[in-house]
């Protein structure tokens, strides 16, 4: 083989290669280099041209139409509060108190960042469908079957991941996004 040809070859293998560690790497999750709370992750002027260069590549691959901190924080899960992998072959139990924030939201999502087809239409819980009574402590289950009357489904033994939206948060939550109180992931049981 002509050296030109090889020289050539090696080029394009190394760019598609790189390429798609960059790819994966970034689509790990947007905030994978921010800041850690628990099993939640978030960054940094997420939605704005300040945001970091690998913030706003990794929003744009997962097709997330960010808005700035001042309007939304987005902190993303894919693993429970021990640190074991999201899956829909367990239940989970996420609890939380209260949301610095004007609402909030708590969806699921695939491992790219696509909403999972369910039958029952169940993606999401937002803090308007809470009572008053329960904005101060709540629980939606994660699983396959409704258990409660806060549910989200997971359909399959897929990974997934969660993703809660602060919308108007406070400053203190802007301010101590890393150290203040989060929902807890507990895993509950899981298919043998």
């Known amino acids: 083989?002509?050296?030109?040809?090889?020289?050539?070859?090696?080029?394009?293998?190394?760019?598609?290669?790189?390429?798609?560690?960059?790819?994966?790497?970034?689509?790990?999750?947007?905030?994978?280099?921010?800041?850690a709370n628990g099993p939640w992750r978030t960054a940094h002027k997420v939605g704005t041209a300040d945001?970091?260069?690998?913030?706003?590549?990794?929003?744009?691959?997962?097709?997330?139409?960010?808005?700035?901190?001042?309007?939304?924080?987005y902190f993303n899960a894919a693993s429970d509060s021990e640190g074991r992998a999201l899956t829909g072959a367990c239940r989970y139990r996420v609890t939380g108190g209260a949301i610095d924030a004007r609402w909030w939201?708590?969806?699921?999502?695939?491992?790219?960042?696509?909403?999972?087809p369910n039958v029952a239409g169940a993606h999401s819980l937002g803090s308007a469908a809470l009572s008053p009574a329960e904005t101060s402590r709540w629980q939606v289950n994660i699983g396959p079957a409704r258990t409660s009357a806060h549910w989200i489904a997971v359909p399959d033994d897929q990974?997934?991941?969660?993703?809660?939206?602060?919308?108007?948060?406070?400053?203190?939550?802007?301010?101590?996004?890393?150290?203040?109180?989060l929902p807890q992931i507990e895993r509950a049981e899981c298919k043998a």
Request: glycine share 8%; charged share 20%.
């Open 1 to 35: 083989m002509h050296a030109g040809v090889r020289y050539a070859l090696m080029l394009v293998a190394g760019i598609a290669l790189g390429s798609g560690i960059a790819v994966l790497q970034l689509r790990d999750s947007f905030a994978a280099d921010g800041i």
């Open 51 to 73: 945001a970091s260069v690998a913030t706003r590549a990794s929003i744009a691959l997962r097709g997330l139409l960010a808005l700035p901190e001042r309007e939304a924080i």
């Open 105 to 116: 939201s708590l969806t699921l999502y695939d491992a790219k960042g696509y909403l999972i």
């Open 159 to 181: 990974p997934f991941e969660l993703t809660l939206r602060a919308y108007h948060p406070s400053q203190r939550l802007l301010r101590e996004r890393g150290t203040v109180d």
